[in-house]
Nanobody
């Protein structure tokens, strides 16, 4: 059973930076697509960034390209979302999610559906 747990949310002013972390466990011997989604009440859930553990290909929503980066440290079983040049519209509950995939995955993790997720981490950006 894959387990994910987010950390690192908080409040910053517009233009600032935050880093979210996602600790992943229970996935020995399998590859994963990992994704960060965000949700604002009353709005559609948005896929923000994705990465596969192998070979490490990443994808981003247009709304965050050039401002957010995603990385993984397979030795630490952790995925990071580095958020820079933050805007008030980035305010949301950010959720880290996972699903198992084949090794040497060449598809787009943005197109996957996810079946493991954490409790979420709140991010608030003030103007």
């Amino acid at each position: 059973q894959v387990h994910v747990a987010e950390s690192g949310g908080g409040s910053v002013q517009a233009g600032g930076s935050l880093r979210l972390s996602c600790a992943v466990s229970g996935y020995t011997g399998v590859n994963l697509c990992m994704a960060w989604f965000r949700q604002v009440p009353g709005k559609e859930r948005e896929g923000v960034a994705t990465i596969n553990l192998q070979p490490g290909s990443a994808g981003f929503a247009d709304s965050v390209k050039g401002r957010f980066s995603i990385s993984r440290d397979n030795a630490k079983h952790t995925v990071y979302l580095q958020m820079s040049s933050l805007k008030p519209e980035d305010t949301a509950l950010y959720s880290c999610e996972a699903r198992t995939i084949i090794w040497l995955y060449t598809g787009d993790c943005m197109e996957q559906t996810y079946n493991y997720w954490g409790q979420g981490s709140q991010v608030a950006i003030s103007s």
